[in-house]
């Protein structure tokens, strides 16, 4: 089965916001399919992921732990 389709901001503001403390959170589940992107359009709002299309933003590594910990 494949994993979850996963658009990561690579983008300065999304790192500077937090973004890179993501990448680990990330790791942790290694079926997912990620692509990373230089901006997703939402820099304000950042860091930014889009799940299966869904935007994801201000996440947090616990946030995103959780969102993707309560997948089917």
């Not at 790192?15 to 997912?32: C, K, S, T, W, Y």
Request: a negative charge.
């Amino acid at each position: 089965m494949r994993g979850l389709k996963l658009d990561v901001c690579t983008g300065y503001t999304c790192a500077v916001l937090g973004g890179n403390a993501l990448r680990p959170i990330l790791e942790e589940f290694p079926d997912l399919e990620i692509k990373e992107w230089e901006c997703l359009g939402n820099c304000q709002n950042g860091p930014n992921i889009a799940i299966e299309g869904e935007l994801h933003a201000q996440l947090t590594p616990v946030k995103l732990r959780g969102i993707l910990s309560r997948r089917p």
